[in-house]
């Protein structure tokens, strides 16, 4: 038994050496791809007017980061990435807040009919105490008490 569990061992540490120098390009290329995800928010948030040396660093440390990653350099690129985040993060701190303008909605805008319940929707049919149980359906809004409600 003592046999076979020298060869095991030695092949599980030849694996975990196999593997781990990938571990160092997954790092640089997800801290990359963090990076890049705050940039093009702060961009979309308007920090490149607000604060465009911010971002023009944090732009440059990418362009770094996926440069030295390019060399195989992943701690240089994990480090530089995680540096482009801080600073891009910082840009986006200083955009203004977003405004939403109805001509940005488009065609989200929500009728003020169906705030009112105008729409037809009955809130007492759909719990289900509905006065039409005798199988009475001679107005033509469903309910008796809805012609009692639009009656000025």
């Not at 038994?1 to 020298?6: A, I, Q, S, V, Y």
């Not at 604060?51 to 030295?68: C, G, H, I, S």
């Amino acid at each position: 038994m003592h046999r076979l569990t020298l060869p095991l061992a030695l092949c599980a540490v030849l694996l975990l050496l196999a593997v781990t120098p990938g571990c160092g390009a997954i790092r640089s290329t997800v801290s990359i791809v963090q990076a890049d995800k705050v940039i093009r928010q702060a961009r979309d948030a308007g920090a490149a007017t607000a604060a465009p040396y911010p971002m023009q660093v944090a732009e440059d440390l990418l362009m770094k980061a996926r440069e030295e990653q390019g060399y195989a350099s992943y701690s240089r690129s994990f480090a530089l990435a995680r540096e482009a985040r801080a600073v891009a993060q910082t840009a986006l701190d200083a955009a203004p807040v977003a405004v939403i303008t109805p001509e940005q909605t488009g065609d989200l805008e929500i009728e003020p009919a169906l705030w009112d319940g105008a729409a037809g929707d009955d809130d007492d049919s759909a719990a289900g105490d509905d006065d039409d149980s005798a199988g009475d359906d001679d107005d033509s809004a469903g309910d008796d008490d809805d012609s009692a409600r639009s009656a000025p």
